[in-house]
């Protein structure tokens, strides 16, 4: 070790703890000096404490400081009245100790912080720093001429009005006209996020990242509440700039089909992609302005960007097409989520979020109409090509006035879960909401071989009848495999009766039961029991599961059992049993084999 070269030794020592780090400080010179840069590289300064006695050892040994790469200081320097207090003049001696700093992370300054960091930069001091931390509103502009002093060396700018504080004034600022007049000089600029607020700093965008030529990634805001504003226009010619991989915006960047034409133009090239905030989340309910045609369009070329995720309001007689139309677009996506809860009834629109991740594109449907449900020919179109789906809660269940059963305004029948299953011949995994509300008359009869899992949730623990529907699961469903099952807690769980779960059809690898234990007090997990009733090919058993394991008992026993929870299961095999337990914040999980 003692031969091996400075760099190797530095590549080792990354694999140690700080505080294996400090006993390598103190074996020989080549080792402090090959360790000393990963302890002091990136420090988190949160506590008062801990910034005496930094400050201390920077004074007495001021070496150290040449170490110093990132400093996060977190909520340090704030005081109860919300002002820069440094008690032990941390900031001073990062300054003075300091002078390799790339990156100062504070999450309250204030205008004294930013005044001595002013200062050190007309006096050449942290010439290296590359990153500024994130200015409030209030302290916008101070951020901006502290900005401007070390254009030399920031890599990253970030000029953004999260709280509009500037208004539709902000260009008029002074140091914000200074910065679009000296933009060009940040010569290292590979990151830029900034707001605008007005028809002028919207037109005059492209401009300002033309004139950053290092750009690699920006994010835009545009203030919601600004409605008439002049957009980009499409027709101009713009330069591309393939260089720029990482955009971010909120959608009143794309409200217009010259817009979303604009960044297609623009962006030729995004490896990453970010359109944050769906009207419905800041109270503005205007229809979008795009319509399906152009959507898809964008579409096609977010498609070919390895990580995105989008929000946007459309028309709901615009999302069946749309959808048909994404789910043509690529073969590799074959995961579907429909998500929906209601919203304004009265409203035409639907929030659409497609996401790209995990190789999942993820539609979140916002039902606004009483039993209206996202349109099945959108399954006759692409059935085939569904591997997945999960249909979330579409409505908050309402307890009705003698609480002794749950609607659901929008499934009010198990016929259109069937529907969907029949046209997805390919369907493998399915997860739905509780059958509350199901038609139990309902007899549809099918076949569907390919389904392995199902996954049902928000089962309430007092009403057995809800899981009437799974009978039906088993004969329409005879290959299913794996069974979840999620109770959600909304009624106190009935310790009488047993848990009963019919799937006569089915043989089942593995069962799991997921549910609180609200009605049982003070529970012991470490003896915790749990009785099963197995009717299966083979006759019916009688178990009894506890931590040690899995052993049989007599059907008296398992009768006379009714404090404890008991699960009465009919199916033609069952390999493995899991429950998992929940009492407030403590869980019990426990898996057994039959």
Not at 263 to 288: D, R, W
């Amino acid at each position: 070790m003692f031969q091996l070269p400075f760099e190797i030794l530095v590549h080792v020592f990354s694999y140690l703890s700080k505080s294996d780090l400090l006993q390598c400080q103190l074996t020989c010179k080549i080792w402090y000096e090959s360790s000393v840069e990963l302890l002091y590289s990136n420090l988190i300064i949160d506590r008062s404490k801990t910034s005496r006695l930094f400050v201390r050892t920077l004074v007495n040994s001021s070496r150290l400081g040449s170490n110093v790469k990132i400093v996060n200081t977190r909520e340090l320097f704030k005081t109860k009245e919300n002002n820069f207090w440094d008690e032990h003049g941390l900031l001073s001696a990062l300054i003075r100790h300091c002078p390799n700093l790339l990156d100062l992370i504070c999450w309250e300054q204030g205008s004294t912080f930013w005044t001595q960091l002013l200062i050190a930069a007309s006096c050449g001091q942290l010439s290296r720093l590359q990153s500024l931390p994130s200015a409030n509103s209030e302290d916008l502009e101070s951020y901006i001429y502290t900005a401007l002093f070390f254009k030399a060396s920031l890599t990253r700018l970030s000029v953004k009005d999260d709280l509009f504080f500037f208004g539709l004034d902000m260009n008029r600022s002074e140091a914000y006209q200074m910065l679009q007049n000296e933009i060009s000089e940040f010569k290292n600029l590979s990151s830029l996020s900034i707001s605008c607020t007005s028809n002028k700093q919207l037109s005059s965008f492209d401009a300002l990242i033309e004139d950053c030529s290092s750009l690699e990634k920006i994010c835009i805001i545009l203030n919601p509440t600004v409605e008439k504003r002049t957009t980009i226009k499409a027709e101009n010619v713009f330069h591309p700039r393939p260089d720029i991989r990482q955009l971010i915006c909120n959608w009143k960047m794309v409200d217009s089909e010259s817009q979303l034409k604009y960044i297609i133009q623009k962006f030729p090239n995004l490896q990453h992609l970010v359109i944050s905030n769906m009207p419905h989340q800041i109270g503005n309910t205007s229809l979008t302005n795009c319509t399906a045609d152009a959507i898809i369009e964008f579409l096609r070329f977010i498609m070919n960007i390895p990580d995105f995720s989008m929000g946007l309001q459309i028309r709901k007689e615009d999302l069946s097409n749309l959808w048909i139309g994404l789910m043509n677009m690529d073969y590799r996506y074959r995961n579907v989520t429909i998500d929906g809860f209601s919203d304004d009834r009265y409203s035409d629109n639907v929030n659409l979020s497609i996401e790209k991740a995990f190789s999942v594109i993820t539609f979140i449907f916002h039902n606004n109409e009483e039993d209206e449900l996202p349109p099945t020919n959108f399954f006759t179109e692409v059935g085939s090509m569904i591997r997945s789906i999960n249909i979330r809660d579409m409505t908050n269940p309402v307890p009705m006035v003698d609480e002794s059963s749950i609607h659901y305004s929008t499934l009010t029948g198990i016929d259109w879960v069937f529907q969907i299953i029949e046209l997805c011949p390919s369907l493998q995994e399915l997860t739905i909401p509780s059958a509350l509300g199901y038609d139990r008359s309902n007899h549809r009869t099918f076949q569907q071989t390919e389904l392995k899992k199902l996954l049902i949730y928000n089962i309430p623990d007092s009403h057995q009848h809800s899981l009437f529907f799974l009978e039906l699961m088993s004969m329409n469903l005879p290959n299913i495999k794996q069974l979840q099952l999620e109770y959600d807690g909304l009624f106190d769980y009935d310790i009488n009766k047993p848990i009963t779960i019919l799937m006569p059809n089915t043989k089942l690898n593995l069962l799991s039961s997921t549910h609180p234990l609200s009605g049982i007090s003070e529970v012991d997990y470490s003896i915790i029991e749990v009785y099963f009733r197995l009717h299966t090919d083979a006759g019916v058993k009688h178990y009894v599961g506890k931590r040690t394991g899995l052993v049989t008992t007599s059907e008296k026993h398992y009768n006379k059992s009714q404090e404890k929870i008991r699960f009465n299961i009919t199916c033609r095999s069952l390999k493995e049993f899991a429950i998992i337990e929940i009492k407030h914040s403590l869980s019990y999980k426990q898996k057994w084999s039959f």
